[in-house]
């Protein structure tokens, strides 16, 4: 029985909780409120859902991750790296399937909590996680074509290809008015995030305009522009009719057991992702900090969310590294400051909601091109040629399956790739030598008796060291040395089981020394130790040169030996 360790690190960081910190977590809450508003809308059109999916979303999973979580500061709510599994499972299975793998996956998360399988996902290679980071960075660029040119496609395919082919094929309707747009809001988000703080003194308030996002910047000013101009671009309101200004009522959508098993792979896909994400941006925010998170902590308030938000109209979420460390950069030290960013969206909705109708889908497309841009590693591979072959083959093809083929398709294959590369090196690692007259003098004249040190593990991956000694046995005695061998898996046990019946059909004695703590423990509970020791005591030894004096001892004295000679051996 697992025990339940649910402690939220909200009851930790308000111990000598003071007013100052307050005022520092609200600033903070207010400042990533602001960020999170267009990049929650964006994400959501981006997935295929209403713009309010994404804001209802950065509310309730956003309060509840914060609350409910193991980092002091991590931000919750939609995120890009989900754009591509969400619009997939909404094109092919419909919204009302995508609530079902989202509180599904919300169990899943809950559940590698539960068991404390958080520490498993830093396992996950950076290969893998590079590759298909990429990959989704490119396919939201690409999905944001579409509104950036302002083609007129009445519904996008899911596919890379038919993607490039709907915008290939409605080209001709493109809009000027919003290329502008989309061109003008992204030189805006750009120059402000990168020039304006290298103008420093030279401009007045530059500093604190700095702090201001430029996507804010950019989707205040398009907006004026074109409701001002009355520019003939799409927008929130001409597409979804708008906002509703009141977070949506409780509503479950209709369940089959059919449904859901085709929502297995995605399900997963969604919470491995979600996992992925959330620790690693826990870990960001933990070197700005100088914190530790609780990863199994995390988890769990992940699955709450994920379970509890779709339910509301809202879609996936996780942890957000941009939401993230735009809180830690605006001073916040609790869960408070996430908490006061779901509440500050809340307040928008309630108050502001008609306004966000007039906004350009054109301005939205520039952020999350800008979002995507950055959300790429993409000098990785200008670096690949400093790493070895299966490193590259891995990256490359995650980021190839990512972008071409499906997401599930991607991670499956990097974390295959990455167990057969990893058995490879560890395989390649384990090693034998035979052990000479200069190592061990009793040697000297002994050619039935042969001593053998092996290195590394003795796994499925490496039984070929036993399998050549049980190929090229000795004619008396052969000694093997297990000092060096740090770990042995039942296969590993078989095989010294399979050398060892091999050396009594063939009438040569087997001496075995050195087993320690794992390996002698799955020597003890296969019952190989018990068949080792089943003719002779001796034939275990503590380490090599008992072993090797035990197996002289067994063999005819040599010519010369003072046995030979009538001394005892007293």
Known sequence: MIPLSFRPRLIDSLKDYDQARFAKDFAAGLTVAVVALPLAMAFAIASGLKPEAGIFTAIIAGFLISALGGSR????????????????????????NLIIATA?????????????????????????????????????ALSQVKDFLGLRIPKMPGDFFGILGAL??????????ALGVALVSLAIIIGWQRWLPALGPRVQFSGKLSSVPGSIVALVLATLVVGVF????????????????????FALPEFTWESARFLLMPTITLALLGAIESLLCARVADGMIGDRHDPNQELMAQGVANFVTPFFGGMPATGTIARTVTNVKSGASSPIAG???????????????????????????????FVAWNMGEWREFVHLKNY????????LAVFFLTVVFDLTVAVEFGIFAACVTFIYRISSLSRSERLTVADHPQLAGRDG??????????????????????????????????????????????????????CRKQDVRLIVSGLMNQPLDIARRTGLLAKLAQRSASDVQPDVAHAIDAAVAGLPPLPGDAAEMGYSGA
């Open 73 to 96: 500061v991590q931000i919750g709510g939609p995120a890009g790296a989900f754009i591509v599994i969400v619009y997939g499972i909404v094109q092919q299975y419909g919204v009302s």
């Open 104 to 140: 599904m996956s919300g169990v899943l998360l809950f559940l590698m909590g539960l068991f404390k399988l958080g520490s498993l996902v830093r396992f996950i290679p950076v290969a893998v996680i590079i590759g298909f980071t990429n990959g989704i960075a490119v396919l939201i």
């Open 168 to 177: 290939w094929d409605h080209l001709h309707t493109l809009n000027p008015w």
């Open 230 to 249: 009355k520019l003939p671009v799409e927008t929130i309101g001409s597409k979804f009719g708008g906002i509703p200004a009141a977070l949506p009522a």
């Open 339 to 369: 908490i006061v960013h779901a509440l500050a969206l809340l307040l928008v909705i309630l108050v502001a909601a008609p306004l966000a109708g007039s906004i350009p889908l054109a301005t939205l497309a520039a952020i999350l091109m």
């Open 388 to 395: 070895r072959v299966p490193y590259r083959v891995t990256l």
């Open 449 to 502: 008796l042969q001593a053998w040190r092996l290195y590394g593990a003795l796994f499925f991956g490496a039984t070929k060291l036993l399998e050549e000694r049980e190929d090229q046995l000795p004619p008396q005695v052969l000694v093997l040395d297990l000092k060096n061998v740090i770990y042995i898996d039942s296969t590993g046990a078989e095989a010294l089981e399979n050398l060892l019946a091999t």
